[in-house]
């Protein structure tokens, strides 16, 4: 919320953003992981949705800036507060 805000506002938002890329990729990650893990070997099936969702996950890491630049962008503007 204090990203889209932010933004809204038209303040500087490097760090809010990040955070919340950060966030929602890790949770999907670990969402679709864990589906994964339930479904088993037939959540690698393309005859079921996880597969596609688990590969469009892996995507979303990689589109939207890795998770290890998403954590230099925090930390580095941090710092500086």
Same mark, same amino acid.
């Given at each position: 919320? %204090?990203? /889209?805000?932010? =933004?809204?506002? #038209?303040?500087?938002?490097?760090? !809010?953003?990040?955070?919340?890329?950060?966030?929602?990729?890790?949770?999907?990650?670990?969402?679709? %992981?864990? /589906?994964?893990? =339930?479904?088993? #070997?037939?959540?690698?099936?393309? !005859?079921?949705?996880?597969?596609?969702?688990?590969?469009?996950?892996?995507?979303?890491?990689?589109?939207?800036?890795?998770?290890?630049?998403?954590?230099?962008?925090?930390?580095?503007?941090?710092?500086?507060?």
């Amino acid at each position: 919320h %204090s990203a /889209a805000q932010r =933004v809204d506002l #038209g303040l500087p938002n490097f760090v !809010e953003i990040s955070m919340a890329k950060l966030f929602t990729n890790e949770a999907a990650l670990k969402i679709t %992981s864990d /589906a994964l893990q =339930v479904h088993g #070997g037939y959540g690698y099936s393309k !005859e079921y949705p996880l597969e596609r969702y688990m590969r469009d996950v892996r995507a979303f890491l990689i589109g939207g800036g890795t998770t290890q630049i998403q954590r230099t962008i925090i930390g580095t503007n941090l710092v500086g507060r």
